[in-house]
Nanobody
Framework: QVQLVESGGGLVQAGGSLRLSCAVS????????MGWFRQAPGKERELVAA????????DYADSVKGRFTISRDNAKNTVYLRMNSLKPEDTAVYYC?????????????????WGQGTQVTVSS
């Protein structure tokens, strides 16, 4: 039903910045809460940031608060993750996901659609 295409990953030095983008197909983007997740080798997939369907409320993992910003442009059917002051421990595959649930969606199981992921590598 929904296709998600991620872009913007790559290699960056510690202290640098990246902006990830996730384009969502169809006309129903504004009906979905959105989230960004990441998964490092040997670790569980974890929520990085979430945003409500209107963009009015956001939530972040403690490890990225003050450094990362999630936003959405419903006219462009796109959600973004701006990552500043990157650290080597931010290295992971980053995934965007869409949920039909209401409000801020913080649990992995509540997300119905997933992108394929994009690699972010931060060198020291």
């Amino acid at each position: 039903q929904v296709q998600l295409v991620e872009s913007g990953g790559g290699l960056v030095q510690a202290g640098g910045s990246l902006r990830l983008s996730c384009a969502v197909s169809g006309r129903t983007f504004s009906s979905y809460a959105m989230g960004w997740f990441r998964q490092a080798p040997g670790k569980e997939r974890e929520l990085v940031a979430a945003i409500t369907r209107s963009g009015g409320r956001t939530d972040y993992a403690d490890s990225v608060k003050g450094r990362f910003t999630i936003s959405r442009d419903n006219a462009k059917n796109t959600v973004y993750l701006r990552m500043n002051s990157l650290k080597p421990e931010d290295t992971a595959v980053y995934y965007c996901a869409a949920s039909g649930s209401y409000g801020l969606v913080s649990t992995l199981a509540a997300y119905n659609y997933w992108g394929q992921g994009t690699q972010v590598t931060v060198s020291s």
